[in-house]
């Protein structure tokens, strides 16, 4: 049922305080002519009715959830308390700087470790998500080039392995996207780089470890191709669970990095929630950088604007409690936690993959990063049991599927990532019951093809939730 079906007209929940501020009356003409249709209902009812659909979905907190690239790690609840204290909650955007000192410093606090883990020199915190930080980066690659006169680069490069939003920001930026083969092993077809690199490219856009959990042996070789031909090199760190205080893309060549504090930095996220995509870069671009930055000196913090911005990509410090959030995360862990953290996400998804290599093909051999795939294409030709079913399947053991039918490359494609918390028990589990679905893909594929069976929703028609979304509540139909 949804909330507009719940409740009774009169039936509400309001107790306002008394108002302590003067009345204003707009009048008629911005008034509207009737009340808004909203819901009412008692507390008892919202909070059950709220529970309710909690109860539906899957979270971190109700079992194993190994999407892959998307790192659904746990959420400490220490950074709930600090994203929740009034001297960042109850502050307003226009308050004079001396009344805000606090958040500034977390401002910069969070600014500076973000470019020690990166190795850049400077970072914004606006963007709202990873592919607005993509956005973002790209801007500052373009202002660059034109900054010097140089307008005929147009072309980025992006290898076949990228995540889609890449060609995405690469093509909103007005820019044409050349795709880069990978070679046998899964790394940038080298040759295809130096044949694509020319005086017509504006930049790289690279993820490494890439999206089939490969950490790209040749990486300074790659950097150096583009910066040799004049272009710019792009990291893509939406999820840099692999190579926290190990290796920074900075020293691996890159100009321009985002990272996705929701990811990575462990704020909750994939329900749409508040996200978090910084933007860092290399002292030569940081005068393009929008603003708000902030600044240190004798009289205490300011905020300032980059010399040539290119302006605003979200109002004031973009979403600044997730970015409390991860300064806490950050804070707590330490720079060795968070090497701890890395190292043992990437044990997790190795543990996971060697138990599982016997009865799954591995899209990479040897050894992954922080998470792995694996290519179901060999068990659908031989049961017409697919990704999907299988991922599907897991629904039924109250464990997440995993991130499905990318990369690309790999047409059957489960993208696994453990991520670092999780328990030696909660992954043997997971591995038995990947086993599990692949003896019962040969023994009885009629089970996973119509599967999950114990969820409260079965299979929705995919095609049809995407291409006609129900957003509305239709009143008139009641
Ligand atoms: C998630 C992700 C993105 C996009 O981030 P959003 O916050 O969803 O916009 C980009 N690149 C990679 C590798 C990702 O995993």
């Known amino acids: 049922m949804l909330v507009f079906e719940k409740g009774a007209p009169g039936r509400g929940m309001q107790i306002l305080p008394k108002c302590d501020v003067e009345t204003v009356s707009f009048g008629e003409d911005v008034s509207r002519a009737e009340a808004p249709r909203l819901p009412e209902m008692s507390e008892s009812e919202v909070s059950r009715h ?11 907190n109700d079992g194993f959830y190994p999407l892959g690239s998307c790192t659904m ?7 709930e308390v600090t994203a929740s204290l009034p001297g960042f909650t109850e502050i307003h955007p226009l308050q004079p700087e001396n009344t805000v000192q606090g958040c500034l410093k977390a401002i910069k606090d969070t600014e500076d470790a973000l470019c020690a883990i990166t190795g850049m020199d400077a970072m914004t915190l606006q963007p709202a998500a990873g592919a607005h930080g993509e956005f973002t980066g790209l801007l500052l690659i373009k202002a660059y080039h034109e900054a010097r006169g140089d307008k005929k680069r147009t072309k980025i490069l992006v290898p076949d ?10 093509a909103m930026n007005g820019c044409s996207v050349v795709s880069i083969p990978s070679d046998e092993d899964g790394y940038v077809d080298l040759d295809a780089l130096r044949a694509a690199a020319g005086d ?3 930049g790289l856009m690279l993820t490494n470890p890439n999206t089939v959990g490969l950490f790209d042996k040749n990486i300074k070789e790659i950097t150096n191709i583009i910066h040799e031909c004049g272009g710019l090199c792009y990291y893509d760190g939406a999820n840099l669970n692999a190579i926290m205080g190990v ?4 020293d691996m060549g890159f100009d321009v990095v985002h990272l996705n504090l929701h990811k990575t930095f462990s704020t909750p996220h994939g329900g749409g929630g508040p996200g978090s995509g910084p933007v860092g870069c290399k002292e030569k671009l940081a005068q393009f950088l929008p603003s708000i930055l902030v600044e240190e000196d004798a009289d205490g913090l300011h905020m300032t604007k980059a010399a040539d911005s290119i302006g605003e990509m979200k109002n004031f410090y973009g979403n600044f409690l997730v ?5 806490t995360y950050i804070a707590s862990l330490g720079a060795e936690g968070l090497k701890e953290a890395s190292q043992n996400a990437v044990l997790n998804a190795n543990y996971m993959m060697h138990k599982l290599k016997s009865h799954y093909t591995m899209a990479c051999k040897g050894i992954c990063m922080h998470e792995f795939v694996m290519d179901i294409g060999d068990i659908k030709d031989a049961t017409g049991v697919s990704a999907m079913d299988i991922a599907k399947g897991l629904l039924d053991y109250g464990i997440h599927p995993p991130t499905m039918y990318f990369p690309l490359i790999v047409h059957e494609a489960l993208m696994v990532e453990p991520t670092e918390t999780e328990t ?3 992954l043997d589990h997971a591995v038995d019951v990947f086993i599990e679905l692949a003896e019962r893909a040969k023994s ?14 079965g299979r929705p028609d995919e095609v049809k939730a995407a291409r006609q979304p129900v957003l509305k509540y239709d009143f008139a139909a009641e």
């Open 50 to 60: 709220y529970s309710d659909i909690a109860r539906r979905c899957h979270g971190v």
């Open 73 to 79: 790690k746990y959420n400490p609840r220490i950074n």
């Open 161 to 170: 392995s990228a995540h889609g939003t890449n060609p995405a920001s690469a």
């Open 200 to 202: 017509d490219v504006a």
């Open 247 to 250: 290796v920074r893309p900075g």
């Open 323 to 327: 970015v409390i959030k991860a300064l």
């Open 424 to 426: 030696r028990e909660t």
């Open 444 to 457: 009885d594929p009629e089970a996973l093809h119509s599967a999950p069976h114990n969820t409260v929703i």
